[in-house]
C-alpha cells in the first residue's frame, strides 16, 4: 500500500525510464549538432581554399597585363576580402564547437590572475587603454582554459569598441551575488550601442556596427555565451550609445 499522494512504484519505475530517454535524446541532439557544426566547418575550408589560392594566381596574371584590367583587380580585392571573413566565421563556428563538445575541468581559479593574464594575451591591443583591475577579485569555479577564452574577449572587445575615444578605460570588478555566486562586470567608456538591442549581441554573427567601424564577424560573445552556459552561469550587456558597455557575467564561486 502506497502513502497518500506517492505514485505506485511501477509508476515511479516508468517515470525514470521516460526522463532517462528523454535526458538521452537531449543528449544525442546535443552530439548531433557538434558533429554537424564541425563537419560544416570543415567542408567549407577546401573551396575557401581554392578560392584565396586561385585569387592569388589571377591577380599575379591581371598585374601582368595593361592598366585596363584595374577594376578586375578592384574585384578581386573584394573577392579577397569575402573569403578572409569567411575564414574568420568558420573559425569562430569551430570555437564554439569546441567551447560547447570540450571536457569541462572546473577548479578553483584566482580571477585577479586570470584576468591579468588575458589582459597580457591581448598584447598591444591593450597598451592605448586605462585599466582599472579591483585587486581583491574572488576566486571562482571555472574551467581555466574556457574562462581564459571568455576573458580575452570580453577585453579584447572592451578595448576595440574604445578605440576613438579620447581617454579609454577598461573597469573589472566583482562582487558578491547570490546564491553563493559572484558578479563580474567588465565596463568601457567605448561606442556603446542602443541597449534595446542587447540580447541580439550573443547570436552568432551578430553585429552592432559596420565592418568598415570595426573588425570582427561577430562571433566572440556567442561564444563567451557557449563558455558561460558551461559553467551553469549567466551573460548579459548593457549600453547606451556613445557612453560605453557594461557586460555582467553571474558566475559561481569556488567551492568551499
Known amino acids: ?11 515511479l519505475a516508468q517515470l525514470r525510464s521516460e526522463l532517462a530517454q528523454a535526458r538521452q535524446q537531449i543528449s544525442d541532439m546535443a552530439a548531433a549538432q557538434e558533429d554537424f557544426l564541425r563537419g560544416v566547418s570543415h567542408d567549407l575550408r577546401a573551396p575557401l581554399r581554392h578560392v584565396t589560392s586561385y585569387g592569388a594566381l589571377v591577380r599575379e596574371v591581371l598585374q601582368e597585363q595593361p592598366p585596363q584590367v584595374d577594376e578586375a583587380l578592384g ?49 598591444a591591443a ?11 577579485l574572488p576566486v571562482v569555479q571555472a574551467d581555466p582554459e574556457l574562462l581564459a577564452q ?4 570580453l577585453l579584447g572587445n572592451a578595448v576595440k569598441f574604445s578605440r576613438g575615444v579620447a581617454q579609454p578605460r577598461v573597469q573589472v570588478q566583482a562582487e558578491p551575488a547570490a546564491p553563493g555566486g559572484v558578479r563580474i562586470t567588465v565596463r568601457d567608456n567605448g561606442v556603446g550601442f542602443d541597449g534595446t538591442r542587447a540580447q541580439q549581441l550573443f547570436g552568432v554573427f551578430q ?25 551553469g552561469a549567466h551573460i548579459q550587456a548593457t549600453a547606451v550609445p556613445g557612453a560605453g558597455c557594461t557586460v555582467a557575467l553571474e558566475w559561481p564561486a569556488a567551492a568551499r
Open 1 to 11: 500500500m502506497t502513502g497518500e499522494g506517492i505514485p505506485p512504484a511501477d509508476t
Open 75 to 123: 574585384f578581386l580585392a573584394t573577392m579577397e576580402q569575402s573569403a578572409r571573413r569567411m575564414a574568420q566565421m568558420i573559425d569562430g563556428l569551430q570555437a564554439i564547437a569546441r567551447a560547447r563538445s570540450a571536457a569541462l575541468r572546473p577548479r578553483a581559479v584566482a580571477l585577479t590572475a586570470a584576468v591579468q593574464e588575458a589582459r597580457q594575451a591581448l598584447g
Open 126 to 136: 591593450a597598451e592605448g587603454a586605462a585599466w582599472n583591475i579591483a585587486p581583491d
Open 150 to 153: 571568455l576573458l580575452v574577449q
Open 207 to 231: 553585429r552592432m556596427h559596420r565592418e568598415a567601424e570595426f573588425e570582427g564577424v561577430g562571433a566572440g560573445l556567442a561564444l563567451c555565451q557557449a563558455i558561460a552556459q558551461r559553467h
